[in-house]
């Protein structure tokens, strides 16, 4: 405890600090640390998983959701939605279709950028829409073409996270999935805050340990999952395993 201190008392203006925690325990000896400096007047902004959130607020060992349950009790097809491009993601993405045959609908980046927003993303929430009327979906948007110098790479971002917003909350109207996967991490803020309108919800616990907050949302009369998948974490296979809990396959 005393090391730890020791580094985060050096920590001023802005200078990031790095910590590797291997377990929870570790994590607690850490929150002691941040707490003490705390309450010296030091203040500290943190960017972190979700296993740091629960040994911040004190909440002891994860809880792993019951993901079968839940994805039952939400009765229709799923929507994985997927604004993450690493390829890690694609991977994962690419596996999770092939175990479960799950239908491929494709937001192109050049359309949206390319003056046929409005259109392109009516086409696109309608065949996932018909989709969902028989099996679960994903729903990625693709690479943003090279060359805009007219646009800004957040310019680029955010006309692209637009339109996916716009596309999940037009299919959410047309046909509610019974449990959405976002992909992403500012792709699953991104959906919370603007398609679905949650600002605060109920997290139930991990979809692993130490991955994938699961949370209740509710809307439409019923309650259903949304989980938080950021693009870059897990093994090749997680998103399958994930998918398989999800519509009982696993």
Not at 24 to 39: F, G, K, S, T, W
Not at 70 to 75: E, H, S, T
Request: aromatic fraction near 4%; charged fraction near 20%; glycine fraction near 10%.
């Amino acid at each position: 405890m005393a090391a730890v201190r020791a580094v985060l008392e050096q920590a001023s203006a802005a200078r990031p600090v790095v910590v590797n925690a291997t377990g929870y325990a570790q994590l607690a000896v850490l929150v002691d640390v941040l707490e003490e400096l705390e309450a010296e007047g030091r203040r500290f902004i943190c960017r972190t998983g979700p296993s740091f959130v629960r040994a911040r607020a004190r909440l002891g060992p994860p809880a792993l959701a019951d993901l079968q349950g839940m994805g039952a009790a939400g009765g229709d097809r799923g929507l994985v939605a997927v604004g993450s491009l690493t390829s890690l993601t694609r991977t994962q993405v690419a596996r999770a279709c092939e175990a479960h045959g799950l239908a491929e609908v494709e937001l192109s980046a050049s359309r949206v950028l390319g003056g046929e927003a409005a259109a392109h993303i009516e086409s696109v929430t309608a065949e996932v829409a018909d989709e969902l009327a028989n099996r679960d979906v994903v729903l990625q948007t693709s690479a943003a073409p090279a060359g805009r110098a007219d646009l800004s790479s957040l310019q680029v971002s955010r006309a692209i996270s637009d339109a996916l917003v716009a596309a999940v909350r037009r299919i959410s109207e047309l046909r509610p999935p019974g449990w959405v996967v976002a992909k992403g991490g500012i792709t699953s803020h991104d959906l919370l805050a603007r398609a679905f309108d949650v600002g605060v919800t109920t997290v139930v616990g991990q979809a692993r340990p130490g991955l994938v907050p699961v949370l209740e949302i509710r809307s439409g009369g019923r309650p259903w999952p949304f989980l938080i998948f950021p693009g870059n974490v897990g093994s090749p296979d997680v998103l399958a395993d994930i998918v398989g809990d999800l519509v009982g396959r696993s």
